[in-house]
C-alpha cells in the first residue's frame, strides 16, 4: 500500500505563477466532484475518469445511447470551472466554419472581420461528432491538439482551459461517419456512462418535480485555477521504472495479433498524463503501476485498432502479458 502525501514538493511552476496549495487543488477537487455526482447520479466511476481526463489536459470521447445526461454533464463541468460552454449539435450539412469561425466583410469599414466559432471556449461539447462529415470533424484537429486555430492563413489562439467533450452514437445507428484514427488520437479518453439503477433513476423524477432553481451555482474553481492545477499535475514524479512498464506496454499493444495499429508516441504521452492525474487523486505525487492499469482500458480504447467487437478482453491481455515492475 503506497503512503499518502499531504504536501507537495515546490516545483518552479508553483513558485511563479500557482498561488494554490496542495490541499487546495484538492478541495476544489472534490467540490466539481460532488457537483458532477449530483447531476449524473450514481456514475462516480465515470466521473472519476472525466476528473482524470481533465486534469490531464486531455479530451473525451463519450459513446452511449441518447438521453444519459452527458449534455448536463458537460454543462455542469463548465460551471464548476467557471469556464464558457459552447455546443455544437453535429449533422452532414455542419461546415468547418460552423466550428471554427469565419471572416465577414464588415460594409463601413470596408474589411474582413473575423466572427468567432463555438470553439473559442472553454469546454466545448460537439454533440454526435460521428453524424458530422470527415471534412467537418477535420476541423477540431487542430484545435484538439494545440489549442489554435488557422482560418484564411492566420492563427487564432484557443483558451488555455479548451476541453473538448465528444458524444459519439454507436455505429449501429444510421447516419454515421467513423472517426479516422487520427483523430481518435486526439481524444484522452474514450467513457461509456450507461444506465442508472433504479433507486439513481427515482432520484431523478423526484428531483424533476421540485421547484427549479433559477440561479446557477458559483463556480468552484477560481479564476486561472484548473489551468494551475493541470501545470501542478505535469510535475507529479513518474520513475523510470515506471515508464520502462508504460514502453513495454505499448509494444505489446503494437505487437499483439488482434491488434492492427497499437498506441502511438502521443499515445504514450497521453497515458502518462492520465497516470499522473489518478496519482493526485489519490493524494499522491508519484505514479505507481496501478495508476497505468487504472487508466488503461479508457485510454487504450479509443485508439487502439483492435479486429474484435469487444476490445476489452484483447486489453485484458495485453496488460496481463507485461510483468509490474
Request: aromatic share 6%; glycine share 4%.
Amino acid at each position: 500500500m503506497t503512503a499518502l502525501i499531504d504536501e507537495p514538493q515546490t516545483s518552479a511552476a508553483q513558485t511563479s505563477d500557482d498561488a494554490w496549495s496542495f490541499d487546495e487543488h484538492l478541495d476544489a477537487v472534490e467540490a466539481l466532484r460532488q457537483r458532477l455526482n449530483a447531476v449524473l447520479k450514481g456514475k462516480a466511476d465515470v466521473i472519476e475518469q472525466v476528473l482524470i481526463c481533465l486534469l490531464s489536459r486531455g479530451h473525451l470521447l463519450v459513446e452511449d445511447r441518447p438521453g444519459l445526461g452527458k449534455t448536463t454533464l458537460a454543462k455542469a463541468l463548465a460551471e464548476g470551472i467557471g469556464g464558457r460552454f459552447a455546443r455544437i449539435q453535429c449533422t452532414p450539412d455542419l461546415l468547418p466554419s460552423d466550428i471554427t469561425g469565419f471572416n465577414l466583410f464588415n460594409q463601413k469599414t470596408r474589411e474582413f472581420e473575423f466572427r468567432n466559432g463555438p470553439v473559442f471556449s472553454d469546454i466545448l461539447l460537439a454533440d454526435e461528432i460521428n453524424r458530422a462529415t470527415p471534412r467537418t470533424q477535420s476541423a477540431l484537429l487542430e484545435a484538439m491538439a494545440e489549442r489554435q486555430v488557422t482560418v484564411d492563413a492566420l492563427r487564432y489562439p484557443l483558451s488555455e482551459e479548451f476541453f473538448v467533450i465528444a458524444t459519439q452514437n454507436p455505429h449501429d445507428q444510421h447516419g454515421t461517419y467513423p472517426l479516422p484514427e487520427a483523430q481518435l488520437d486526439r481524444f484522452a479518453m474514450k467513457l461509456s456512462v450507461g444506465y442508472p439503477g433504479d433507486e439513481h433513476e427515482l432520484a431523478m423524477l423526484s428531483q424533476a418535480v421540485a421547484p427549479p432553481s433559477r440561479e446557477s451555482p458559483p463556480p468552484v474553481f477560481e479564476p486561472g485555477q484548473l489551468c494551475a492545477l493541470q501545470r501542478f499535475v505535469e510535475t507529479i514524479a513518474v520513475k523510470e521504472t515506471v515508464q520502462t512498464y508504460l514502453i513495454q506496454l505499448a509494444k505489446a499493444t503494437r505487437n499483439h495479433a488482434d491488434i492492427s495499429l497499437g498506441v502511438s508516441p502521443r499515445g504514450l504521452l497521453t497515458w502518462q498524463r492520465a497516470a499522473q492525474a489518478s496519482a493526485f487523486l489519490q493524494r499522491r505525487m508519484f505514479v505507481t503501476p496501478d495508476d497505468v492499469q487504472d487508466v488503461a482500458e479508457p485510454v487504450l480504447v479509443v485508439r487502439l485498432a483492435i479486429e474484435s467487437d469487444n476490445p476489452k478482453p484483447v486489453i485484458r491481455q495485453v496488460m496481463e502479458s507485461v510483468p509490474i515492475p
